[in-house]
Nanobody, 114 residues
């Protein structure tokens, strides 16, 4: 079964950190370009970060310098290290394999609140 499963969300205070994980199965992870997205309450889903098969990364401006995307092909896992979290980062975070296949995860909730 082709799937990606997110984990690592939770409640954190402003200024805190979390690391999200995305475990892939059912396809050759090392050949898949990967992305993180998020959907905040009442807003459209937005792209957050990309890591390609070659390790090239890209970020939405609002998270540059705070978030780091990475991947470990030996573990079929992608990560999102989130530092200096702010209330506006509160959202459901989704993992997606987008090329050459497309598969979405179910999401993991991140809440930043004091």
């Amino acid at each position: 079964q082709v799937q990606v499963v997110e984990s690592g969300g939770g409640l954190v205070q402003p200024g805190g950190s979390l690391r999200l994980s995305c475990l892939a199965s059912g396809f050759t992870f090392s050949l898949a370009n990967m992305r993180w997205y998020r959907r905040a309450p009442g807003k459209e889903r937005e792209w957050v970060a990309t890591v390609t098969t070659g390790g090239t990364t890209a970020y939405v401006d609002s998270v540059k310098g705070r978030f780091t995307i990475s991947r470990d092909n030996t573990k079929n896992t992608m990560y999102l290290q989130m530092n200096s979290l702010q209330p506006e980062d509160t959202a459901t975070y989704y993992c997606r394999a987008y090329s050459p296949i497309t598969v979405w995860g179910q999401g993991t909730q991140v809440t930043v609140s004091s």
